[in-house]
């Protein structure tokens, strides 16, 4: 039997059993990461290889370097995934694979790795769309999750708001116009002088400062749900040259914090209000931005106040992990959501 007709029929039993163990690789920015899961909601063992400190002194990802690294990390990152669930490649019924999006040279890593192992091991091959996972991170977080909710994944690529109606079946309520969550929050740090990724810095310098010091404008979109950041950073940074210009002290706390505030109250304020007009009952968050803790504690509240229920993963499943692809390939697997060998990278691949 050739590779296509086995893996056929080994998927179509796995719907049957609603059973799977996989093996899942991303690769797609700056995180090496393989894990295994269990059934969609089990985590048997997650590995993270994190390229941040090369990437620091650039104040960036840079691409090249990336892809450089993945290609070193991926092996033995799957090999250690394997080691600490005690287990071998003939042990997993599957292999999943971010395969967008993200950086193309970085996904094509992932995306080869899982082929040869696919192919290798004759077990079928999931692909897996970079923020499904994000959305899907809350399953393993939540055992008793299911759609449909509404989740705001805020990434450092992405911000939308997105109903989730099934697995697998979403609808776009709103996303940003301009700058992601993330990247403004890394613009905004690095404006202060804090290395890149400065997000999490930022959030923890906001904890000492005061966050009416600054007044940042209300920014206006033209979509009820939309987002945009990039005049709250422009704001931000022009507050930051003028105190420099006239050579006076840059309260970096204060200026942090009164940032982090305008920020999550606009995300905040717009996922809510998507939530309640579309009758949702349960809010979740995703992306590294869901790992802010001025976002967290918002959110909390606010939902709180509109009587809806908030779920969000720990902050270890927030940031980009292997897990949470894990979560959403069971899901793909059983609606017999597999790919063949010609899978492709695809960098700018969409959720909706
Ligand atoms: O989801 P993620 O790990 O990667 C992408 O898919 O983009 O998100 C990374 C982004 C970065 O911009 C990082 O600065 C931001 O999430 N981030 C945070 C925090 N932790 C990570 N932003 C604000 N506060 C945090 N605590
Ligand atoms: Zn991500």
Redesign the pocket.
């Known amino acids: 039997m050739n590779y296509e007709q086995s893996v056929r029929e080994q998927t179509e039993k796995l719907q049957a059993a609603g059973h799977a163990t996989i093996l899942a690789i991303e690769s797609?920015?700056d995180?090496t990461a393989a894990a295994i899961v269990r059934d969609g909601r089990e985590v048997v063992s997650s590995v993270i290889s994190s390229q941040i400190p090369l990437h620091a002194m650039y104040g960036g990802v840079v691409p090249e370097i990336a892809s450089r690294k993945h290609v070193e990390s991926v092996d033995p990152v799957v090999d250690e995934c394997l080691k600490k669930a005690d287990m071998t490649l003939a042990d997993v019924d599957a292999i999943a694979v971010t395969y967008g999006p993200?950086l193309v040279g970085a996904l094509l890593i992932g995306v080869s790795a899982a082929k040869a192992l696919a192919y290798a091991a004759g077990k079928p091959l999931i692909p897996v769309n970079?923020i499904e996972g994000?959305v899907s991170a809350n399953y393993i977080a939540h055992k008793d999750l299911e759609p449909p909710f509404v989740c705001l994944v805020?990434?450092?690529?992405?911000s939308h708001i997105v109903r989730v109606d099934d697995y697998g079946v979403y609808t776009l309520l709103g996303q940003t116009m301009d700058d992601?969550?993330?990247?403004a929050?890394?613009k905004a740090?690095r404006v202060l002088g804090l290395p890149y990724?400065?997000?999490?810095l930022?959030?923890?310098l906001s904890r000492e400062g005061n966050l009416h010091a600054l007044k940042l404008p209300h920014v206006q979109t033209p979509g009820r749900y939309d987002y945009s950041f990039s005049g709250l950073k422009t704001a931000l940074i022009n507050t930051v040259h003028k105190l420099r210009q006239n050579g006076q002290d840059v309260p970096a706390a204060d200026i942090a914090a009164s940032f982090?505030h305008a920020a999550v109250e606009l995300l905040s304020d717009k996922a809510v209000l998507a939530a309640k007009e579309s009758g949702a009952k349960i809010v979740t968050l995703a992306?590294?931005?869901a790992?802010?803790?001025?976002?967290r504690n918002t959110m909390n509240d606010k939902c709180q106040k509109a009587g809806i229920r908030l779920m969000m993963p720990p902050?270890v499943l927030?940031?980009?992990n292997a897990a949470m692809i894990g979560s959403a390939a069971f899901y793909r697997l059983m609606r017999g959501e597999i790919a063949g060998l010609d899978l492709n990278a695809t960098p700018s691949l969409r959720l909706v």
């Open positions: 797609s920015c995180e993200g970079h994000h805020a990434s450092g690529g992405h992601a969550a993330g990247e929050f890394d740090a990724p400065g997000g999490p930022l959030d923890k982090q992306g590294g931005v790992s802010n803790s001025g976002l902050p927030c940031t980009d």
